[in-house]
């Protein structure tokens, strides 16, 4: 079945420094992609996403790109600030059926000022 | 922004009460879903629904049950609360697309606490 596989958290970083959030994938068929952030005490909201090969999300700073190749999806950010910390979901979503979307563990970001 | 609404946001509550947790979206949304998400951040899917008098179990069993009269609102039930019920529950909502591209919307989620 489908599955996704993102790194354990929590990852601290200092403001300004470069993130990277490995997330990879197993699915039938073609899937589309999606990181997904939840900040304290909220929902889960749309980050960015990414619906074929080589397309690259992109919002707010955070990019990833999809890579059929390596069936990944890493999530990258040049220069974190304070808040971007939160939880930050990898997922994804294959056509038909009634559209599950499997989603990673989920990773926490702490950014310390 | 979402218009997805979830209430309470919090509720503790005493073991063999009976509870509904109410869901409500404005964006005519067909496909609804309650997901559970344990202390480890982890999302698991309990229910969902393609659209009005459709519901399904999701992948994780829950003694919960729902229930889709309208399309704008998806209530989740508990007959008899237990402590082993204390959990984050999200509600969520897409528009069906006919492909993988839609995506979900996230209400704020209720956090239930069975003493």
């Known amino acids: 079945g489908d599955s996704v596989t993102q790194m354990e958290g929590p990852v601290t970083l200092s403001e300004e420094a470069f993130l990277t959030i490995n997330c990879t994938y197993t699915?039938?068929?073609?899937?589309?992609l999606f990181w997904y952030v939840q900040y304290p005490g909220e929902g889960l909201q749309l980050l960015l996403k990414?619906?074929?090969?080589?397309d690259k999300g992109s919002n707010k700073g955070f990019e990833a790109t999809y890579r059929k190749e390596t069936t990944s999806f890493h999530l990258e950010k040049g220069s974190v600030q304070v808040s971007d910390s939160a939880v930050y979901f990898c997922?994804?979503?294959?056509?038909?059926?009634?559209?599950?979307?499997?989603f990673g563990t989920g990773t926490k970001l702490q950014v310390i000022p | 922004e979402a218009d997805i609404y979830q209430t309470p946001r919090y509720l503790v509550i005493g073991t063999g009460k009976k509870i509904t947790l109410e869901c409500s979206q404005t964006?005519?949304?067909?496909?609804m879903y309650w997901y559970q998400q344990d202390p480890g951040m982890e999302l698991h899917l309990i229910h969902y629904?393609?659209?009005?008098?459709?519901?399904e179990k999701g992948d994780l069993s829950s003694e919960s049950t729902v229930s889709r009269i309208r399309t704008e609102h998806f209530p989740l039930t508990l007959e008899s609360a237990r402590p082993s019920h204390t959990s984050q529950y999200l509600c969520?909502?897409?528009?069906?697309?006919?492909?993988?591209?839609?995506?979900?919307?996230f209400g704020p989620g209720t956090r239930l606490t069975v003493l």
């Open positions: 990414a619906t074929k090969a080589d």
């Open positions: 629904s393609y659209g009005v008098n459709s519901t």
């Open positions: 964006m005519g949304h067909d496909k």
């Open positions: 997922a994804l979503k294959t056509p038909g059926g009634y559209q599950k979307v499997t």
């Open positions: 699915a039938t068929g073609y899937p589309s």
């Open positions: 969520a909502s897409s528009e069906y697309a006919g492909d993988a591209t839609d995506t979900q919307y």
